[in-house]
């Protein structure tokens, strides 16, 4: 097999030129500061949160950096439902409307089903599920009344894949999944669309400090590209998702992987 050639980040082409943009779980290395990055440099009127107001503020300083624009940000903890209706709130406050929110907050970790005790499975179910089903919740107050907007939440391939100690964090993304069909039905009526994406791995550098190098190694040998993913590139199917192109798509998982059986 040839080399493979890692691609790079396009320009944008400003797909969501004005729209406002809500990320949560931004801050960081991994895919919300990725996606705040490429909604940016499509046109976006950003609002990022994460719970670690510190790295939040870092992530603006760069985005601001980057792009000449400091993204209205707001700490939220996706646990609290008030604080979630606060950073809705803030966004309309700041950028008149919410036309997009991407729910990318989750929690990982690595247990037996054998050994994983309720606080384990509680933590991943509420931040990576019940958390989603929140954020939706919050932004439909702003998102029903003007007949439009674009949910687009981050699932995982894990959600159709079986791995060993992943069963909270399996069952979480699966239910995600299945929150994006069924609520995609609920306000399709009122034009607003819901669809997820599906990554199986991207490669950052917490990500690297967190996990085992033989496991990183093995999953991203199975992938076709034979790579991990770069967190630009599932950023850019959200873009996509965000943006007209995808008018007619709801309901769906998009498979940013060759790993999803």
Known sequence: MSEQITPVPGPGHALVRGRSVVITAAAGTGIGFAAAQRFAINGADLTISDRHERRLGEAADRLEAEFGVRPHTVPCDVTDPAQLDHLMDSAVERHGRIDVLVNNAGLGGTASVMEMTDDQWSSVLDVTLTSTFRATRSVLRHMLPQGSGVIINNASVIGWRAQAGQAHYAAAK?????????????????????????????????????????????????????????????ANVMVFLASDYSSYMTGEVVSVSSQHA
């Open 174 to 234: 699966a239910g995600v999944m299945a929150l994006t069909r069924a609520s995609a039905m609920d306000v399709a009526p009122h034009g607003i669309r819901i669809n997820a994406v599906s990554p199986s791995i991207a490669m950052h550098a917490y990500l690297a400090k967190v996990s085992d190098d033989d496991l990183l190694a093995q999953l991203s040998a199975q992938e076709a590209f034979g790579r991990a993913a770069q967190p630009w590139e599932i």
